[in-house]
Antibody
Framework: EVQLVESGGGLVQPGRSLRLSCAAS????????MHWVRQVPGKGLEWVSG????????GYADSVKGRFTISRDNAKNSLYLQMNSLRPEDTALYHC???????????WGRGTLVTVSS | EIVMTQSPATLSVSPGERATLSCRAS??????LAWYQQNPGLAPRLLIY???TRATGIPARFSASGSGTEFTLTISSLQSEDFAVYYC?????????FGGGTKVEIK
């Protein structure tokens, strides 16, 4: 089955860290760029970060630059997001998404919820 | 950053009627625009890319047009499963940006 399954979300205090993971299956993972997109429940979508098929072409939203790090392990068909210095405004559902070509997304995971609160 | 503005925020339409959604970019994105549909509790689904190309499996009642800064998504005859939130997204420049969404609700 073609799918993306996120994990690693949870409740964390401001200033702490969290690492999200995304397990991909059913497609050739290292043929595609991958991204993280977040959504505050009931609100819109915000692109967080993206990475090319070979680990290059990395980009971040200004809101997370310097705090978040995206990476991937093609041998494990996995995508990661290391989130440091978390803020309450980072609270959202984080989706792992597959880049079909040049930045639009044909496969979305259901998301993992990150809540930043004291 | 390219700002994407969608209108209207909410569109009330009767089943079987036509719905027209708009998306405007703050600067030209060429044809590098995608549309997504999101039903409650589900992840978004790709409908359109390249401003007018339907994604795999998307019914023909969905059509889209536009280039540059003005884009339109049309649903020709609304079915029950089409009542959802629709987002446009530009991928011409990073950061990739989404519109705020249009909710299509039953009239």
């Amino acid at each position: 089955e073609v799918q993306l399954v996120e994990s690693g979300g949870g409740l964390v205090q401001p200033g702490r860290s969290l690492r999200l993971s995304c397990a991909a299956s059913g497609f050739i993972f290292d043929d595609y760029g991958m991204h993280w997109v977040r959504q505050v429940p009931g609100k819109g979508l915000e692109w967080v970060s993206g990475i090319g098929w070979n680990g290059g072409n990395i980009g971040y939203a200004d809101s997370v630059k310097g705090r978040f790090t995206i990476s991937r392990d093609n041998a494990k068909n996995s995508l990661y997001l290391q989130m440091n210095s978390l803020r309450p405004e980072d609270t959202a559902l984080y989706h792992c998404v597959k880049d079909l070509s040049h930045g639009y997304f044909d496969l979305w995971g259901r998301g993992t919820l990150v809540t930043v609160s004291s | 950053e390219i700002v994407m503005t969608q209108s209207p925020a909410t569109l009330s339409v009767s089943p079987g009627e036509r719905a027209t959604l708009s998306c405007r970019a703050s600067q030209s994105v060429g044809s590098n625009l995608a549309w997504y549909q999101q039903n409650p509790g589900l992840a978004p689904r790709l409908l359109i890319y390249g401003a007018s190309t339907r994604a795999t499996g998307i019914p023909a009642r969905f059509s889209a047009s536009g280039s540059g800064t003005e884009f339109t998504l049309t649903i020709s005859s609304l079915q029950s499963e089409d009542f959802a939130v629709y987002y446009c997204q530009q991928y011409n420049n990073r950061p990739l940006t989404f519109g705020g969404g249009t909710k299509v609700e039953i009239k």
